[in-house]
Each structure stands twice: as structure tokens, then as C-alpha cells.
């Protein structure tokens, strides 16, 4: 019984220094998180991304075959009934 009392009185003087300390490092936690979520994108684009779109242009054989497709024009009619 006396242990009991001992422990919820400690409890009752540590909880809200527990409640305030959790508090802080959620917040400290969160502020890693967006830092790390910053490095993370930034290291994908310039180190996995950048080289490759690079490389590929590079290495196509000419600008208008790799991104252009040549069509017929359109009639002078084709937009008047669409349904």
C-alpha cells in the first residue's frame, strides 16, 4: 500500500514534465521530418532524375523525331459536327 502511494505520487510530480517533454520532441521530430523529406527529394531529383533526362537527350537521335508525330492536316469541317 505504502508502495502504491509512493508511485502515484511520483507519477502525479512526473507527468507533467513527461506531457511537456513529449510536447518538444514531437515538435523537434516533425522539424527533422521536413528536413529530411527536403534531402531525400532533392537527392532524387539531382542525382536519379537530372542524369538521366541528361543522358537521354543526349543520346536521342534528333529533337523532332523523339518527341513530335507527324499527322494529316484536319479538314476545314472536321470541328463543326462533333456529335
Do not use: C
Amino acid at each position: 500500500m505504502i508502495k502504491n502511494q509512493a508511485l502515484r505520487k511520483a507519477n502525479q510530480q512526473i507527468e507533467p514534465m513527461l506531457k511537456t517533454t513529449l510536447a518538444f520532441l514531437r515538435k523537434i521530430g516533425a522539424f527533422i521530418g521536413r528536413i529530411n523529406t527536403f534531402l531525400l527529394l532533392v537527392f532524387s531529383f539531382y542525382v536519379i532524375l537530372f542524369p538521366m533526362a541528361m543522358i537521354r537527350r543526349l543520346l536521342s537521335p534528333s529533337k523532332r523525331e523523339a518527341r513530335w508525330v507527324e499527322r494529316k492536316p484536319l479538314r476545314s469541317d472536321h470541328f463543326e459536327k462533333q456529335y
